[in-house]
């Protein structure tokens, strides 16, 4: 019998798991096969406030949006700008406590934020926009600040017993940014390849979560070396057609609560099953994912539509 962490792994890497694991937010991570250790560090006065100094506001819905407006409105203060400290203890103080509840489980580091978000964040969404168009060299200066500053953790998550570090990183509203897949390719997916790749030499899978559909860009994650690609909308993109593109190619990993109502089983059942055939195959390359509002009996009921049972 595999250990849940071993599920995983088969799943992201087409090793014929014996169902498809699940990774569950929030108060009931006693049912995933996934525990999340987040690496941002809130200021210890204001949660909303990021150690990198912008502020994150919260919808009414329980997520976050960074706003519009710049923190580093000009280069004299970007030029002025420190990344955070490290500050190892504070950041992996809790990592103990979770080791005593962590189990067998697969065990994920992931930044609240990362790479060219967090430059969005600090230069603000317009003079980021203009920032890699005209500004290029200044631009891939602060990038290579974010990406050191990233980096320098992932030495001390494969000690502490991390299996895999999540990305969560975003290039704009897919319909308005100006950073096109071709630019992305020129100005950035070096960087990316150079970041992938110092975690996989210290035994880090990475899984990666960008906050706007992205789907042009899979292909190219994949090839820099993406274990884990994030689909969070599969209610709101045609899978057929994803799947068709990348199904056995990359492992995904799917936010089936957006697809699940307890008031219609059977529809949510056909829902999540379409989206694990689309995206999985019997071999792999599927995970489920669960939102931290979902209740206990309902993610059970979720266990068994993706293992198959016909009994809800």
Not at 49 to 54: D, H, I, Q
Not at 200 to 211: M, Q, R
Not at 262 to 271: F, G, K, M, R, T
Not at 285 to 296: E, Q, S, V
């Amino acid at each position: 019998m595999p250990t849940r962490k071993e599920l995983v792994e088969q799943a992201i890497f087409f090793k014929n798991p014996t169902r498809v694991p699940l990774w569950v937010d929030g108060a009931n991570i006693g049912l995933s096969d996934v525990l999340k250790y987040n690496l941002l560090l809130p200021d210890l006065n204001d949660p909303t406030l990021t150690e990198w100094g912008f502020r994150r506001m919260k919808r009414s819905n329980g997520s976050w949006v960074v706003p519009e407006e710049p923190v580093l409105a000009t280069w004299q203060q970007v030029d002025a700008y420190h990344a955070p400290p490290l500050d190892v203890k504070r950041r992996f103080e809790f990592v103990e406590k979770a080791a005593r509840v962590v189990g067998d489980r697969y065990r994920l580091a992931s930044f609240g934020l990362s790479g060219y978000s967090i430059y969005r964040a600090m230069r603000g969404a317009k003079l980021s926009a203009d920032d890699f168009l005209i500004e290029t060299t200044r631009f891939l200066e602060f990038m290579e600040l974010i990406f050191v500053f990233e980096a320098n953790m992932f030495d001390h998550l494969a000690r502490l017993g991390f299996h895999g570090i999540e990305f969560v990183d975003d290039w704009g509203p897919r319909g308005s940014s100006r950073m096109t897949l071709s630019l992305w390719q020129r100005i950035l997916k070096d960087f990316y390849a150079d970041q992938f790749k110092i975690a996989h030499n210290v035994g880090l899978h990475v899984w990666f979560t960008t906050t706007e559909e992205s789907h042009d860009f899979f292909d190219d994650l994949r090839a820099i070396g993406a274990n884990v690609i994030h689909v969070a909308h599969p209610e709101e993109v045609n899978v057929s057609q994803l799947g068709r593109l990348h199904r056995g190619r990359s492992c995904m990993s799917v936010d089936l609560d957006k697809l699940y109502s307890p008031e219609d089983l059977e529809n949510s059942a056909d829902q999540i099953r379409i989206v694990r055939e689309c995206l999985g195959t019997l071999t792999g390359g599927f995970i489920g994912r669960l939102g931290a509002n979902i209740a206990p009996e309902h993610i059970r009921v979720v266990y068994n539509i993706l293992s198959g049972f016909k009994n809800l």
